[in-house]
């Protein structure tokens, strides 16, 4: 009986762990390529873990002292306009362009230094390889200079649940995009 | 009927196709750009490389399509390629009668000349590779200089793009003996998403700042290089999902 029961209640799990993760993907989530990312704390994960939740993306590097840093007040800038249960449902993904020097040391002092909270926030950095093809889908461009800083374009990438670009911003600083913010509002209101 | 014709016609490809898909060496050295990087001073360093010489041909990207399902253009994934990618094939993994095998593929976003690239080996050229490679005529390694060479790129340029596009490797190879850099399509590079310039060429000086962060915008070092010019401003229009009727792409590997 008890054995049966066992059975029933591995059944009942392993039923509960299959959730969106083995649904097949929508055409245009950005999940469809894979991305292995190591964060601020060392812990290597893919961002395709991510799905199940609506994310603000952007990328950054940490020696970057114009407008990376507005980057980051961007997305403090929106995570203050959300209730605390809006801000629960929201990931925050920063993605470096310069994974050489990205360490996870370097990370987690811009972690610290501004105060981000480790449960929404994440900093990681991708392979290099793969940088190219982040920046691509989030449409970011960007070149290495001679000096070791980046030209780059900056954007917030909100995707929903599935990974699907929503809304998008490259108005950066401390006093949101109303556009952007109601997309998000919106995104965490039927999540 | 028809389709004996159109076989009858493939046939002497065989030849031809000798040369396709192969890659010949460059020797790389210090190269000056028709670019002007504001950070950049003094000649590039471009380290030796091989590059196919001529771009990836049809047969070649059905090869991989078919080896590849997830590049067929109905289970591509759309942040990906955009609705037109492969869109002038009769099917997902036939090219049918309009297209022939040893044209070059076009209507290919950087994403699938990457996967296309990485599964051969080998990669995209950088900007300064291509344009290094592109330098060349016949008998130069740079002829940019001459007046009767940016002619002869010039007058393609003013063909009309929606005629039937040539096979790859009927040009004479240039003096590194790579084949069609000009005058047949236009070509991804790895960072194409890094040549910034202004959508519209004539605002030049006055870029919209807010957009980049940083200095180091790009701009023309050499204004009668139009050719260098178009190939910029057409890759620094384009996002990595998006195809045209004329850019295809050619890998490199570098050397040892």
Redesign the interface.
Known sequence: MSKLLATLLGLLLALACTPASAAQLPKDSVYALPLPLVDQDGRAFDWRERRGKAQLVSMFYTSCQYICPLIVDSGKAIERQLSASERARLGLLLISMDPARDTPAALAKVATQRKLDATRWTLARPRPQDVRSIAGLLGIRYRLLEDGEFNHTSALVLLDAEGRIIARTERMGSRPDPEFLAAVKRALATD | MRRLAALLLLLPLAGLAAGVGEYVKLPGGAFRTALK?E??TGPTRIAPFEMMRTPVSNARFLAFVRKHPQWRRDR?????AEPRYLSHWAGATTLGDAVRPEQPVVQVS??AA?AYCEAEGARLPTWDEWEYAAAADETRRDARRDPRWRERILSWYSRPSNAALQRVGLQAPNAYGVQDLHGLVWEWT??A????IAEDNRNQGDADNA???????LSMDDRDNYAVLMRVAML?SL???DTTANMGFRCVKDLP
């Open positions: 990087y950070d950049r591509v994934a759309s942040v990906m950087w994403f990457q790895e960072d998403s890094a040549l910034m957009r980049f962060c940083g200095a180091g915008a620094s996002g990595a999902r």
